[in-house]
């Protein structure tokens, strides 16, 4: 052992890749002096495939499921994002029952990814119950999607210009019955989870993003509206008919400590949980009647154009940057991944923290590194 | 052990005729025997039902095949296994501390059974300093666990270990003040005599008088910290830490700690069973050694009740509960039983 | 919200000599500069009380290398959305295929720090005055720049081996015996 290993006050830990509270493969190098963090790096790319290279070398349809693989938790939303993309840069308008159906599905699938996030963070925190009352309600929802499309985590659900299966006989009932007995549950993580005395402790005072650094970092979601401000896509900038269903958009209050903390954006999902419901009712009231693949087209080759298109996940924007020279296969897709930006502001708001403040704040964030590696 | 030596006096023919140091050493082994049995078994047990209570607690089943029965048999098949695993010391350890830490923290969960009054004869050694000898026998685990954190060669362990040295140093202090307040109208630290003081119906213990009552509530507190459990499970925080202090441990070195970490929790169940809840006392239809397990495992499984509800502390947080929330009061609670007790001396 | 000839019209104003090309023909109209002034650039969008850019929605890099239609060229491209005032604006840098240089524009908007790492990283296109320019997703001794269109995958990376395995079905059109499988039979 060498002395000067030990001359210098701070210490540095690696946290991740393997680690139970990094939500994936990230890995952190922290400067700790004692308890407290005085540095964090992040380290990513554990997970890289290098989904643009793929996409450049398959045709338009064939990068749907990749697009399920970058956030697998809310797959759902992903590949709704690539195919609006796709139907802008061809001009492409899908039939009511359509959309009506991916709104139905992106806001299940809202719901789970919600549940996910929750579950996780409690556990985060350090409370193991809520996080399994949380998957069991999860599981629920991936059992509908498995009787709408046969897969449970990817789903290659949202083809261009139509889904892949109009659903089940019994699936809108289903759907109802679900929804009806979830609401209450939601109440009772209130009760276990959100208001209790030590995770407002944990994490009320924990992880503050200001406004202005919200925006510089172009923090988008849940994340953008735990720091007040009111800002989602399905209201500002409608895809999929969204302007016509009544739905409130829910923002951080600061109720219990300083505004953006990481309670607040635990909240928001929470609340936004309650939105959705709504939406999925709403959807389930209307739904057209239409053939769901009345308008997938044989041969999808796009004129040639450019077009940035993004969507609201249950992470935040997730936007696609799609390039066509006219041919069969895209010249060039670019993802701008909502977990990529929001982790590069970590480092800003982690430190002086303590170490277990940045498991809270990595929580809070929600992050999915496949969607940050891609 | 009076009461071992007893029976095989009366029972065990010859006994008289054995040389006189194996009379004094036969009961002894035998006592600890017993004691090391119950160490065994209560683990053994307390992990089945933690698995039981949690996965009731999260609309799960738990454990349902080994054995039969409620997979009764898990925790046996589970340290089976834990004996048939390799056993790996990191390369960069500390071999010799890394092999002796689980053996300390063992060691200081066992020896403190050794004045546990399980009845009014069922008592290894009635020692008349035994809450002293328990406070004391009980603080070794934390050497142990340091010298784990210390000998992993880890930071998330040595994390750990610092971690339970601060946490479980800081929460010595208001439990056994706390615990005074229980010392002081008794007159004695053996065991034995404080139970005693509380014979008489079930008002006569010490949880239903006003000043140690909120005693019951600092020691509870403090001695969960003191086994580090949730919310004060911050030395093993798995979500931070990984393991904590016992991360680069597997097979049968970790089930040790997992062992203590049981054994511990009975232990000081037991012990608040012994100062507040009356020991061995209770309404004649069972026996004494009966009720005073069944207090014991009443506290024990609302450990496990917490545990499954609450999220954890942070570490300044905790530090902030033991010395700015529980050592006043335990203060307070020392001056007031000591106040009380000069009033009831000098009252006529 | 202003359109986007208002913008271009405010830009073409400020910035004449800068302005190299713009065309609100396409689908979301754009403007295209001179790479030495983007910093400058941005930071007018970003600071002009008119415009407001608050927010750089995404950075990407496009290597033109082999297209059917566009000359030989790299390109870095600026999304740029206003939060206030809720308008858009595409904003590109054409770049030469080799020795790629250009301002960062990381003090304008901070996310732009790991944009441009990404786009380092599978361009190579650098980005003067960025203050911690290492390569994001690859390793940091990974040779060449994936998102290139004349990458060309090496064979191991550190003694192992990174190019895809063969496929199975290549396997077995080669004679390879892969036991009882659907390809065996044919």
């Not at chain 1, 509270?21 to 700790?32: A, N, P």
């Not at chain 2, 004691?35 to 047990?45: I, N, S, W």
């Not at chain 2, 140690?212 to 086994?227: I, K, Q």
Request: hydrophobic share 45%.
């Amino acid at each position: 052992m060498q002395v000067e290993a030990y001359a210098g006050e701070e210490m540095v830990l690696n946290m991740g890749p393997q680690h139970p509270s990094t939500h994936g493969v990230l890995r952190l190098e922290l400067e700790t002096d004692g308890e407290i963090v005085r540095k964090v790096i992040p380290h990513i790319g554990y997970l890289h495939r290098c989904f643009e290279k793929h996409a450049e070398n398959i045709d338009y349809p064939g990068v749907i499921p990749f697009c399920d693989r970058m956030d697998y938790i809310a797959s759902m939303n992903n590949s709704l994002g690539y195919a609006l993309a796709v139907e802008k840069l061809m001009g492409l308008e899908v039939n009511e029952r359509v959309k009506t159906l991916r709104v139905l599905m992106a806001e299940l699938n809202r719901v789970a990814s919600h549940l996910l996030s929750i579950g996780t963070y409690a556990m985060d925190i350090g409370s193991f119950t809520p996080f399994l009352h949380c998957f069991r309600e999860r599981e629920k929802v991936l059992d509908l999607f498995e009787w709408l499309c046969g897969a449970r985590l990817l789903y290659n659900y949202n083809w261009v210009g139509g889904v892949s299966h109009d659903i089940p006989e019994g699936f809108e009932a289903k759907t109802r019955e679900f929804v009806t007995q979830f609401e209450p549950v939601i109440a009772e993580l209130d009760k276990l989870l959100s208001y209790n005395k030590i995770f407002l402790e944990r994490t009320a005072d924990v992880g503050i993003i200001s406004e202005e650094q919200a925006l510089s970092h172009n923090v988008t979601g849940p994340n953008l509206r735990g720091s007040g401000i009111g800002w989602d896509l399905r209201k500002e900038e409608p895809y999929c008919g969204y302007e016509t269903y009544d739905f409130e958009v829910p923002v951080g209050l600061g109720e219990h400590g300083p505004l953006g903390s990481c309670w607040d954006r635990y909240y928001v999902r929470v609340r936004e949980m309650e939105q959705s419901l709504g939406l999925i009712r709403q959807a389930l009231e209307r739904l057209p009647e239409g053939d769901v693949h009345e308008h997938i087209p044989r041969r999808v080759r796009p004129a040639k154009s450019e077009v940035y298109d993004r969507t609201e996940t249950p992470r935040g924007e997730l936007g696609y940057y799609l390039v066509s020279d006219g041919g069969l296969i895209p010249f060039r897709v670019k993802v701008k991944s909502p977990c990529f930006t929001v982790l590069s502001l970590l480092p800003a708001i982690a430190k002086g923290g303590m170490v277990a403040d940045i498991i809270a704040i990595i929580g809070s964030i929600d992050i999915v590194m496949g969607e940050i590696d891609r | 052990m009076e009461y071992l030596r007893e029976v095989l006096t009366q029972q065990v023919a010859g006994y008289d005729q054995l040389p006189e140091v194996l009379q004094i050493f036969l009961p002894m082994l035998l006592a600890c025997l017993l004691c090391l049995g119950l160490v065994a078994l209560v683990p053994l047990v307390a992990i089945w039902g933690e698995r039981k209570v949690s996965a009731h607690m999260q609309d799960r089943l738990g454990p349902m095949r080994v054995g039969g029965w409620h997979g009764w048999a898990q925790t046996i098949a589970d340290g089976v296994k834990l004996l048939l695993k390799e056993d790996i010391i990191p390369a960069q350890a500390d071999r010799l501390l890394f092999k002796l830490a689980p053996l300390v923290v063992f060691a200081g969960g066992f020896a403190a059974f050794v004045v546990l009054p399980f009845g009014e004869r069922f008592i290894v050694s009635d020692l008349n300093i035994g809450v002293l000898y328990i406070a004391a026998i009980s603080s070794l685990g934390v050497v142990g666990i340091i010298m784990a954190g210390w000998a992993s060669n880890n930071k998330y362990a040595l994390f750990g270990g610092m971690r339970a040295a601060a946490q479980i140093v800081s929460y010595e202090i208001p439990t056994v003040l706390a615990i005074l307040t229980v010392v002081i109208p008794v007159g004695s630290l053996s065991m034995q005599e404080i139970v005693k003081a509380q014979s008489g119906g079930v008002f006569n213990w010490f949880i239903f008088e006003p000043v140690t009552f909120l005693a019951f509530w600092v020691v509870f507190l403090g001695t969960l910290a003191e086994v580090n459990r949730t919310p004060f499970d911050i030395p093993e925080a798995e979500s931070e830490l990984v393991a904590g202090y016992h991360t680069e441990y597997s097979g049968m070195r970790f089930a040790f700690f997992f062992l203590a970490e049981y054994a511990n929790m009975f232990l000081v169940s037991a012990l608040a069973t012994t100062l507040f809840l009356g020991g061995w006392h209770g309404p004649g239809f069972l026996p004494g050694p009966v009720w005073f397990i069944l207090k014991a495992v009443a506290l024990v499984f609302v450990q496990m009740w917490l545990r499954w509800t609450l999220p954890r502390l942070r570490v300044d947080q905790l530090m902030h509960v033991s010395w700015k929330v529980l050592l006043p009061i335990s203060f307070i609670l020392v001056l007031a039983a000591g106040t009380l007790a000069l009033w009831r001396e000098g009252a006529p | 919200m202003k359109q986007a000839s208002e913008i271009l019209q405010t830009l073409q104003e400020q910035f004449p000599d800068q302005i190299l090309k713009s065309s609100q023909e396409c689908l979301q109209p754009f403007v295209v500069v001179a790479p030495a002034a983007v910093a400058e650039i941005c930071a007018f969008l970003k600071n002009d009380p008119g415009l407001a850019f608050d927010t750089l929605m995404c950075l990407s890099g496009v290597d033109y290398k082999g297209s059917k239609t566009e000359p030989e060229r790299l390109e870095v491209v600026y999304h740029l959305f206003s939060m206030r005032d809720r308008h858009k604006m595409v904003l590109k840098v054409e770049l030469p295929r080799e020795d790629a240089a250009l301002p960062t524009v990381e003090t304008v908007w901070a996310i732009a720090n790991w944009h441009e790492r990404e786009v380092y990283d599978m361009y190579g296109i650098h980005f003067d005055g960025h203050s911690d320019l290492r390569r994001i997703l690859c390793p940091d001794d990974w040779v060449d720049y994936p998102l290139r269109k004349d990458y060309v995958q090496p064979q191991t990376y550190r003694g192992m081996p990174a190019a895809a395995e063969k496929q199975f079905a290549e396997r077995a059109q080669e004679g390879e015996d892969l036991g009882t499988d659907p390809y065996r039979a044919g």
